[in-house]
C-alpha cells in the first residue's frame, strides 16, 4: 500500500541527497517538533496538498491524517472548507484520491458511483 | 461517459456537503444566472481549468462547452490562445485531453499520432 | 494608464526577443485570429490570469476586455464564476484590481469601502 | 485595520453575487459547521493561501487565526512546516506578512532587519 | 518512446496553429537562439516544469536533457535543489517520471523500489 | 539593497527554525554541493521563481545570478525562453523586476518607458 515511505524509498536511486533530506530533515526533524502537534502537521500538509493539487502525493497524506487521529468525517469537512479556497475542482480531485482509501478502511460505504 | 455530474456524484459519499454545494450553489445558482450566457461561462470555466492544468476534470468541460454551443474549432483556437498566457505545456496537455472527445464525437479525424 | 503596449514597451531593453514575440505572434498574429472574436479571446485571457492569480498584469486587460464590449457587470459576474473554480481570494484579488478602473470609468459608484 | 469582511465590502460594488455568497456560504454556513473547529478552519485556510502564495489576502487571515487561538509561535511553525511542502520561497514570503502584524500584537519583538 | 515531438504530433489534429507555433517559434526559433545554449535551455525548461507539478509532459524534456549533455546525477541534484523552491512534493513527483528513464537508458540501477 | 540574506534575517523572529534550515541546509549545503556549479543552481533558481510566479523574491535571486557569472543578455533570453513554458505575463512579470537592478548595475540603458 502506498504510504510516505515508499515513495521517499523509490526515489533514493534518482536523488539520494533528497531521499536523505526527506529522511533527516522532514520526518527525522520537523514532523517530530512538538511546537505543532502530528494533527495540526497533518492537517496543514493535506491542505497544502489539495491547494497545490497535488493528486499523486495526497494518498499516502491521507493514510498518515487518519492514522494522526483525524476522522473521515474531518477529511470531508477539510476537503469543502478548502473548495472555497482553492476552486471546486481541486476539492474534487482531492475526494477522489480519499474516497477508495475511506471505502478500503471501511469508513464509508461503497457506492454504485465509485 | 464521464460528465460533471458523475464527478459530483462519486464524492457524494466523501464529502456530502461539497455535493450539495456543487447541485446548489454551483449548478442549481451560478450557472443559471443570465449576466453571463452558457456559452461564455464554459469558455472562463475551460480558460480557468487550463490555465490551472487541471487536466482530470477537463473532460466533463470540455462536454458541456460542445453541448453549449463552442465548436471543435473554436475549443482548439482558445487552446491555442491560452499556450500564450498558460505556457505552451498547459496548452498541449488541455489538447490531449480534448482530442479523444472531438474524435469520438466526429468532429476531428483519427490520425495516426493518436 | 496602464495597458498591455505599456508593460510590453517597458521590458524592451530587458528582453528584446520578447517584446518583439509579443508585438508579432501575439498581437499580430493571434489576437488578430477570427476562430475567435476579440470579446471571447478578452474572455479568456482574463479567465487565464484570475485562475494563475496574476493580478500585477489584470488591469491592462480588464481594460481591454471593455474595449471589447464586456460590460462592468459581466466583469463582476466572471469574477463570481471564477470563484468556484479558482478559489474565492483569486476572484476577491481580481476585484481589488477591477475596481479602480470600474470606477476611474464611472461603470460603478465609488463607495466608502473602496 | 484590514480584515475578511473589509476586503469583502470592497469588492461588493464590483461584484455583489461574490459578495453575497462569502457572506452567506463562507461566513454564515461553512465557517459555522461544527465538523471542524475554527481553529482547524484557520489552520487549513492558511496553509491553503500559503501554498497558493496569495499574499495580498493573507493578513486578515493571520488575524483571523490569532483571534481563533492559534499562538505566533504556532504560527512560525506552520510556516516553517509548509516550507518543506510548499517551497522556501512560498514559506518566507507568508513570514514577511505575519511579522508586522505579530509585532504590532506585541507577539514578538521588533528587530534592526524589519 | 515519447519524446517532445511526438506530443507535438498529437494535438496537430486538435488545434494546428498551436502546432504550427510549436515547430516554428519554440524549435524552429527560440530553441536555435546562440545566447543560451542548449543544455542551459534544458536545465531552466526542466525548472519550470517540476515548479509546475506539469508532470505529463516531463518525460521528453529529461530525455531532451540527456541528449543535451545534463548527466542522470546532475538530473537527481537538479531535482533536489529544487525541492527547496517548488517544495518537496514537486521534487518527488519529478523523480519518479525520470527514475524509468534512467533505469531504462542504464543509468541507475534498478531497485527493489522501483 | 535587497539580498537573499537580508529576508532571510527579517523572518528570523517570525520562524526562526525556518531561518535555521535557510542558513544551513538551503545556503550551507545544497547550495555548496559540487554536482552542480553555482551558475547553474542561479538559473533553475530563478526558472522557479519565474514559473511559480513569484515576483516578491526574485530580486536578491537575479542579483545572485549575476554574481554567479550570469550576463544581463543571458538573463534576458532566459526570460524570454520561459515565456513559452510558464506563459508571457510571468516572463512580463520576471522582467520588470530584473529592469531596474540591471539599470542600476549599468548593464542595460535606462528609458523612457521604465
Redesign the interface.
Known sequence: MANPS?????????????FE??EG??YGD?WQ?E??CRR??S???????????????MRSHFEKALDNGITA?????????????????????A??V??PL?VERGL??E?A??
Chains 1, 2, 3, 4, 5, 6 share one sequence.
Open positions: 515508499s515513495s521517499k524509498a523509490k526515489i533514493r536511486t534518482v536523488a539520494p541527497k533528497l533530506l526527506i530533515t522532514v520537523l517538533r511546537l505543532l495540526d502537521r492537517l496543514i500538509t493535506l491542505a497544502a496538498l489539495i491547494a497545490m493539487r497535488q493528486t499523486d502525493q468525517e474531518e477529511i470531508g469537512e477539510m476537503i469543502t472548507h478548502l473548495s472555497i479556497y482553492a476552486g471546486f475542482p481541486a476539492a474534487i480531485s475526494a477522489l480519499a474516497k475511506l464509508i460505504a457506492d458511483a465509485s
